[in-house]
């Protein structure tokens, strides 16, 4: 049929919900979101499949494709989901706050749902939430200082999507190996300590040799606190560049 879109179907927000059926079990796009979030929690998105969700709905699994139409769409109903919980997190305010709040509460988020993690920095999500959430991304940025043109706000998207997407996933992942190891980073360090101790003992690595000996255990949310507030006292003192428009 002709859609906004062309001759395919609406995007899965847009479309209304199926006619509530004479079934033993009602269903809605909410509900099997809800169910698909829980079972990638459990087992990551390798361990989703129509099939499982079905069987945990109690419904044959044809009669989730009246509600989604693939694998695709599925992930972005369970992507907005998490979105609006980090939109709640960004009510109005100065600018910078704004976004410290919607920083921290995509770090949870991503800790939450480690599938998340996964699923930043790849096709943009474009739900209502994450739309929402975006908003109010690019809206307190464009108060800062230092952003005074639209290359400026592009930039500086650009820079805190870049820092909170490696440091959320580089903290999934620690996590992750971790539990597939049986090891955490103490026993890791503790494992290649005779190994790293001689070659810091051949005085060719004295940078990193500092760092281990003197260098504290950070807090991991400490640390991503200082470290997004470092980017952000950098947007607000962005300074002209080659092709900047006033």
């Known amino acids: 049929m002709d859609t ?9 927000w847009e479309r209304p919900e199926p006619r509530p059926r004479a079934a033993p079990v009602p269903l809605s796009r909410d509900k099997i979101a809800a169910v698909a979030i829980r079972l990638a929690d459990a087992h990551g998105l390798d361990g989703l499949s129509v099939r499982k969700i079905a069987t945990e709905l109690g419904v044959g699994p044809m009669r989730l494709y009246d509600y989604v139409s693939n694998r695709s769409e599925l992930l972005d109903l369970m992507v907005d989901v998490v979105y609006a919980g980090i939109a709640e997190a960004a009510p ?3 600018w910078r706050a704004t976004v410290l709040a919607v920083a921290h509460a995509t770090r949870k988020a991503a ?4 599938w998340f993690a996964d699923l930043l920095g790849g096709r943009p999500h ?6 929402a959430v975006g908003e109010a991304t690019a809206a307190a940025l464009s108060r800062a200082p230092g952003v005074r ?11 805190l999507n870049s820092f909170v997407i490696g440091a959320v996933r580089r903290e999934v ?7 597939a190891t049986g090891t955490d980073e103490a026993a890791w360090q503790a494992g290649l300590g005779p190994y790293l101790t001689r070659m810091l003992a051949t005085g060719r690595y004295p940078t990193v040799a500092r760092l281990v000996v003197d260098g ?3 807090d991991a949310e400490e640390t991503f606190d200082h470290n997004l507030t470092t980017v952000l006292d950098g947007i607000t003192s962005l300074r002209a560049g080659p092709g900047r428009r006033s």
């Open 216 to 218: 504290a255990h950070l």
């Open 111 to 114: 800790l939450d749902h480690e």
């Open 173 to 179: 992942t620690e996590r992750r190996t971790a539990r």
């Open 149 to 159: 043109s639209v290359d400026d706000l592009q930039r500086a998207l650009g820079a």
């Open 126 to 131: 474009l739900g209502p939430h994450a739309l």
């Open 4 to 12: 906004p879109y062309g001759s395919g179907p609406a995007p899965v």
């Open 92 to 94: 109005p305010a100065e």
